[in-house]
T-cell receptor, first 114, second 114 residues
Framework: AQSVSQHNHHVILSEAASLELGCNYSYGGTVNLFWYVQYPGQHLQLLLKYFSGDPLVKGIKGFEAEFIKSKFSFNLRKPSVQWSDTAEYFC????????????FGAGTTVTVRA | NAGVMQNPRHLVRRRGQEARLRCSPMKGHSHVYWYRQLPEEGLKFMVYLQKENIIDESGMPKERFSAEFPKEGPSILRIQQVVRGDSAAYFCATTGQGAVGELFFGEGSRLTVL
């Protein structure tokens, strides 16, 4: 089974600051990679996903993530955060298109101060 | 996605009681996954069901936990004789296909065992 590590438990930023959340996984085979976000009081929703192709993935709300296979990493970035980006962010991995079990990281809580 | 409905959102039980958590999939979705999030941890896969079938319950505790997805009605996760360690957020996710593309999550049911 895969394991997923998110390096930061809680990140506090000011508006307009840049954000980078680390995610590393431990699986040597083909992987699909995901970032989910959970805004306060809401359900988890998909920010972006990587299955194959360009390792730099663009998602919704100005987020992007870069898959670096040699580092087993899939870090999430946003150049300029807004107060509305306050949420919990989860990295998730599965072992290819026939693997329905997502392995999640513990999550990173991001607080953006106005 | 608001289409996946979970209830109750919050449930309080005393030790030894039973907890029943319900999940109604998005329209057109017939694959249901239950995940559990313990405090300070990521979401952990519990069980994967299709209508009237349990496909994979490898993440379910061996005792006291059961899940079903009947032909009619919601999927139900049942926890008998709850203990304090069962306190967690239980998330349901659904897809319209077995292999993982995007999982659509409900808002979760938070169980507190006193």
């Amino acid at each position: 089974a895969q394991s997923v590590s998110q390096h930061n438990h809680h990140v506090i930023l000011s508006e307009a600051a840049s954000l980078e959340l680390g995610c590393n996984y431990s699986y040597g085979g083909t992987v699909n990679l995901f970032w989910y976000v959970q805004y306060p009081g809401q359900h988890l929703q998909l920010l972006l996903k990587y299955f194959s192709g360009d390792p730099l993935v663009k998602g919704i709300k100005g987020f992007e993530a870069e898959f670096i296979k040699s580092k087993f990493s899939f870090n999430l970035r946003k150049p300029s955060v807004q107060w509305s980006d306050t949420a919990e962010y989860f990295c998730a991995v599965n072992a290819g298109s026939n693997d329905y079990k997502l392995s999640f990281g513990a999550g990173t809580t991001v607080t953006v101060r106005a | 996605n608001a289409g996946v409905m979970q209830n109750p959102r919050h449930l309080v039980r005393r030790r030894g009681q039973e907890a029943r958590l319900r999940c109604s999939p998005m329209k057109g979705h017939s694959h249901v996954y239950w995940y559990r999030q313990l405090p300070e941890e990521g979401l952990k896969f519990m069980v994967y069901l299709q209508k009237e079938n349990i496909i994979d319950e490898s993440g379910m505790p061996k005792e006291r936990f059961s899940a079903e997805f009947p032909k009619e009605g919601p999927s139900i996760l049942r926890i008998q004789q709850v203990v304090r360690g069962d306190s967690a957020a239980y998330f349901c996710a659904t897809t319209g296909q077995g292999a993982v593309g995007e999982l659509f999550f409900g808002e979760g049911s938070r169980l507190t065992v006193l």
